[in-house]
C-alpha cells in the first residue's frame, strides 16, 4: 500500500523517475484543490454560525496535534483525511477572521487582494519550479531556520505589544513561504520529495501562512491596522 503514497526506487531509469515525480506532482495538487475546498467550506461555515475568534494556543495546539497524526498516517490512506482534518481546522480558525474583515469598510478589498496575490506567487514559485528545472535542495536548511525564527517572532508577540517586530514577522513569513512553495515544488520534480500526502500538507500551511502574513501586511500599509 505504501507504494500508492511513497516512492522510494532510487535504482529507478531517468524515465522512470520522472514518471513517477510526474505523477507525485499529480496527485499533490490535486490534494492539494481538494484541501483549499475543504478549508474554504470550514472558513463558510465557521462565518455562517457566527464563530467567534478561537484562543491562538487552542488553535496552535489542534494544529500541532493533527500534524502529528498526519506525520504517523502519511503512508496511508489515512493520511488524506488527516490533510483534510489540517486544512480543516485552519480554515474553520480562520472564518472568524474573514468575518471581521467583512464587518470593515473596504475589508474585503484587502481580503480579495491577499488571495489574489497568493495566488500569484504560488504559480509563480510553481512556475520558475517547473520551467527552469533547477534543484533548489539547498534551501532547505536556511528554510528551517528562517521559519523557526518567524515563528519564534510570532509568539512573542502575543504576549508583547510590539507592531515593529509582528509586522516583521508577517514579512518574514510572507517571504520564507514563498521560498517554500519554490522548494518543495523543486523536490517532487527532482525526486527530493515522494510522498504527496506530505507536500500537500507543506504546501497548504505556506499557501495559509502567506495568506495570512499578506492579510496583515495589507491592513497596516492601509493604515488601518
Known amino acids: 500500500m505504501d507504494n500508492e503514497y511513497r516512492y522510494t526506487d532510487r535504482t529507478a531509469s531517468p524515465a522512470l523517475a520522472g514518471e513517477q515525480a510526474a505523477r507525485v506532482l499529480r496527485n499533490t495538487y490535486g490534494l492539494l484543490a481538494m484541501s483549499l475546498a475543504v478549508a474554504a467550506a470550514a472558513g463558510w461555515y465557521a462565518m455562517a454560525a457566527n464563530i467567534g475568534f478561537i484562543n491562538p494556543f487552542i488553535t496552535l495546539g489542534v494544529y500541532f496535534a493533527l500534524l502529528f497524526a498526519n506525520a504517523k498516517l502519511q503512508n496511508s490512506a489515512w493520511g ?23 464587518g470593515m469598510a473596504g475589508g474585503m478589498e484587502v481580503v480579495n487582494t491577499a488571495l489574489s496575490v497568493t495566488a500569484l506567487v504560488f504559480v509563480g514559485m510553481s512556475g520558475i519550479a517547473l520551467v527552469t528545472k533547477k534543484d533548489f535542495s539547498f534551501m532547505g536548511s536556511f528554510l528551517m531556520v528562517g521559519l523557526l525564527v518567524a515563528f519564534i ?32 515544488t523543486s523536490a517532487i520534480i527532482h525526486g527530493g520529495e515522494t510522498n504527496y500526502i506530505r507536500a500537500t500538507v507543506t504546501l497548504f500551511v505556506s499557501l495559509y501562512n502567506l495568506f495570512l502574513s499578506l492579510l496583515h501586511l495589507l491592513t497596516a500599509l492601509s493604515g488601518d491596522d
Open 80 to 102: 488524506i483525511l488527516s490533510v483534510f482534518g489540517i486544512t480543516g481546522w485552519l480554515g474553520f480558525t480562520t472564518g472568524p477572521l474573514i468575518a471581521a474583515y467583512a
Open 153 to 184: 517572532c510570532a509568539i512573542v508577540t502575543l504576549f508583547v505589544d510590539m507592531p515593529a517586530l509582528r509586522l516583521a514577522a508577517s514579512a518574514m513569513f510572507a517571504l520564507l513561504s514563498s521560498m517554500v512553495i519554490l522548494w518543495q
